[in-house]
């Protein structure tokens, strides 16, 4: 059972213009919401995170939004831009205990110029 | 400081063989894991350990066996490989287990069973 589904699978957005990537999950006790981005050829690298106590958390162009009753999240990069082009991961997991970090099935994002 | 290497970068592999990837970290994480991605299915966890001396089962590991003498290395190895098992396969490591902690990927090894 996929704990976590992204979607849409792929997007290709025009330089400049906004990306928007959404991810849904099932389960309630999840507390901790990370985004990893994935360049090809390489490992994926931790882009930013959120926790349920805010809304919202930007770090530059990225933000996640987050809205707990919806047990919904979602990044959203600003003014993409051509090197933003990756893979782009959402999870969730519960922290603490033996918790595992559930992934969704990826997002392949393209920015073209 | 190389932070996580995985050995060997790619592999072709004959149906029936035994094979082990290897993983070491010098980050000194206590926690490591083993994913493998496959297109349309994201990253799938097979196997963690929370600390040295520790394993644990993830999503997929059925075929996939682990050890983890030490902090630094987590190698991977299929007993008896499969076509199924054609993958890219990535080990991670993170300060702590449990999920909530930055985990830190390596490059990669491509591996085809054929």
């Known amino acids: 059972q996929q704990q976590v589904k992204q979607s849409p699978q792929s997007l290709i957005v025009q330089k400049g213009g906004i990306s928007i990537i959404n991810c849904a999950y099932e389960?309630?006790?999840?507390?901790?919401f990370p985004w990893y981005q994935q360049f090809p050829g390489k490992g994926p690298a931790l882009l930013i995170a959120?926790?349920?106590?805010?809304s919202e958390k930007k770090e530059g162009r990225f933000t996640i939004s987050f809205n707990k009753s919806a047990k919904q999240f979602s990044l959203h990069i600003m003014d993409s831009q051509p090197g933003d082009s990756a893979t782009y991961f959402c999870?969730?997991?519960?922290?603490?205990?033996?918790?595992?970090?559930?992934f969704g099935k990826g997002n392949q994002v393209v920015v073209i110029p | 400081i190389a932070g996580i290497t995985q050995a060997p970068t790619s592999q072709i592999l004959a149906a029936g063989r035994r094979m082990t990837l290897r993983c070491t970290q010098d980050m000194r994480h206590n926690a490591m894991y083993w994913y493998r991605q496959d297109l349309g299915l994201g990253l799938r966890l097979i196997h963690y350990s929370n600390t040295a001396g520790t394993t644990g089962k993830g999503e997929v590991p059925d075929g996939y066996s682990v050890s983890r003498a030490n902090t630094d290395d987590f190698p991977l190895t299929l007993a008896s490989a499969v076509p199924s098992q054609t993958s890219v396969y990535f080990c991670?490591?993170?300060?702590?287990?449990?999920?909530?902690?930055?985990?830190?990927f390596g490059p990669g090894t491509r591996l085809t069973v054929l």
């Open positions: 999870a969730a997991t519960q922290e603490g205990g033996n918790n595992r970090l559930a």
């Open positions: 991670a490591s993170s300060l702590v287990g449990g999920g909530a902690d930055e985990q830190f």
């Open positions: 389960n309630t006790a999840f507390d901790y």
């Open positions: 959120i926790r349920p106590d805010v």
